[in-house]
């Protein structure tokens, strides 16, 4: 079954620096998010993706955060200087772009757990 | 603010029995509900999703939505050691746009 692949599992890295999370949408999707969840929290919305532009994004989503559709299969998220609160699971979800609205489930990869020392 | 509430919890019941999860949201313009499970440190994994108003059962689950009421619920019966996780309640607003989540509900299943 096809699935949402994330990379790497778990990043470590040092406050300021700056840190891609990457993500492979399901390969006949057109919708793409960043949700975060941060540890005992609830998961939160980041960004959506469509037609090789940002279609919504939340306040949490500031100019330290940008998304990139470098070729037809990867979506990544860069964190251009990171803080100790940006530490959180980061989760990538795709979805299709179909009629009718039933068919329009977002799937989540397994996530990329984010550690800022 | 378009706010998703999951207010009852941690949740325990034995082996067997039904657990009733619950779940208001305050935008009556909702259109799409989901019920996803996490397990600890995993991702999001979809349990359920309903539209219209009243029952939708798949095997052990069903989901109850009364858009009146503006609550959704989800029904496991037959409760396994394996349904213990986190369930969260989450709602589309508009066709194309973002889930919010709630923050869970635990759910322990006790052999």
């Known amino acids: 079954e096809p699935e949402v692949t994330q990379t790497p599992s778990h990043q470590v890295t040092q406050m300021g620096q700056e840190v891609i999370l990457r993500c492979v949408p399901i390969?006949?999707?057109?919708?793409f998010y960043w949700y975060r969840q941060i540890l005992g929290q609830k998961v939160e919305f980041l960004v959506s993706?469509?037609?090789?532009?940002?279609?919504?994004k939340s306040e949490i989503f500031d100019d330290q955060f940008s998304v990139e559709r470098p070729d037809g299969s990867n979506f990544t998220l860069k964190i251009r200087s990171t803080k100790l609160e940006d530490s959180a699971m980061y989760f990538c979800?795709?979805?299709?772009?179909?009629?009718?609205?039933?068919?329009?489930?977002?799937?989540f990869g397994a996530g990329t757990r984010l550690s800022v020392l | 603010q378009k706010e998703v509430e999951q207010n009852s919890g941690p949740l325990s019941v034995p082996e067997g029995a039904i657990a009733s999860l619950n779940c208001t949201y305050s935008?009556?313009?909702?259109?799409?509900f989901f019920w996803y499970r996490q397990y600890s440190g995993k991702s999001p994994e979809l349990i359920m999703s309903?539209?219209?108003?009243g029952d939708k059962e798949d095997g052990r689950f069903t989901a109850q939505l009364n858009k009146a009421s503006q609550y959704v619920s989800l029904l496991i019966r037959d409760s396994q050691p394996s349904d213990s996780a986190t369930y969260l309640c989450?709602?589309?607003?508009?066709?194309?746009?973002?889930?919010?989540f709630g923050k869970g509900i635990t759910l322990s299943v006790r052999p």
């Open positions: 935008d009556r313009v909702s259109q799409s």
């Open positions: 390969s006949n999707h057109l919708y």
């Open positions: 989450a709602v589309r607003y508009g066709a194309n746009s973002k889930l919010t």
């Open positions: 309903i539209y219209s108003n």
């Open positions: 993706f469509y037609n090789n532009e940002i279609s919504e």
């Open positions: 979800a795709s979805r299709l772009d179909v009629f009718p609205l039933a068919k329009n489930i977002q799937y």
